[in-house]
Nanobody, 121 residues
């Protein structure tokens, strides 16, 4: 059974850091692209970052220089390290998987349940 499970969300003050984890089961990261997306209240879901099966990465302009995506093949886990967090980063964060290469939101087949990130003082 293919499954993605996110964790690591929480409440953090502006300027703080969080590390999100996305554990994959039923498939290997080395044949999949994993994307991180987020959805704030009243807004559409948007792409944050992605790592392809080959290890190439990309980031939304709004998080470049602050967020870092990485993976641990042995743990079949993808991480999103989030630094210098801002209130506008508040959202439910989701990871999603599709074969091989990063793509647009509608191209992802499998989704996790999401983890809440709240940036507030």
């Amino acid at each position: 059974q293919l499954q993605l499970v996110e964790s690591g969300g929480g409440l953090v003050q502006p300027g703080g850091s969080l590390r999100l984890s996305c554990v994959a089961s039923g498939f290997t990261l080395y044949a999949s692209a994993i994307g991180w997306f987020r959805q704030a209240p009243g807004k559409e879901r948007e792409g944050v970052s992605c790592i392809s099966s080959s290890g190439s990465t990309n980031y939304a302009d709004s998080v470049k220089g602050r967020f870092t995506i990485s993976r641990d093949g042995a743990k079949n886990t993808v991480y999103l390290q989030m630094n210098s967090l801002k209130p506008e980063d508040t959202a439910v964060y989701y990871c999603a998987a599709r074969p091989l290469t990063c793509g647009g939101l509608t191209e992802y087949t499998y989704w996790g349940q999401g983890t809440q990130v709240t940036v507030s003082s």
